[in-house]
């Protein structure tokens, strides 16, 4: 199985797909999925980050997840533009619904460093949405299905 293939359990449908990232429905529970690949230059990183931003819209959907466990960790530059820009786009997008973000790190220090210390925090302090990290795919899915 090639290493951006959501797992087998869980059913999806690819919407976008670039050099630089994925992006998948997750059909059971209407949610955004997002695989990032490799580097991305800022250009890159605002363009798909601007596709998921109309696939929430489109599909209605009641939850974002980020996987970043295939791909280098963002430059401050676009953790900046992502809180400064980003996220407000997507707060008027999702209106009073009820919506999720749940990042998948992997092991990679940098990325576990980079949901926990800045997005968690940051979008909890913000009281934004329910936000959590996981490892793993799966812990993020059963999170995002409310079962932990």
Do not use: C
Request: net charge neutral.
């Amino acid at each position: 199985m090639p290493v951006f293939e959501i797992s087998p359990f869980t059913p999806s449908e690819l919407l976008h797909s670039v050099k630089y990232g994925k992006i998948y429905l997750l059909t059971e529970i209407n949610g955004i999925y997002v695989i990032r690949l490799g580097k991305t230059s800022h250009e890159e990183f605002q363009q798909l980050y601007q596709v998921v931003l109309q696939k929430i819209s489109e599909k209605k959907a009641e939850s974002f997840t980020i996987d970043f466990s295939h791909s280098e960790p963002s430059s401050v530059e676009d953790r900046s533009w992502l809180l400064m820009k980003w996220f407000p786009e997507l707060i008027k997008t999702v209106g009073k619904r009820h919506f999720k973000i749940a990042g998948v790190t992997g092991t990679n220090p940098g990325h576990i460093k980079f949901i926990i210390a800045y997005l968690e925090k940051t979008i909890e302090e913000m009281n934004w949405f329910p936000v959590k990290s996981f490892t793993f795919t799966e812990e993020a899915i059963t999170w995002l299905r409310g079962n932990l």
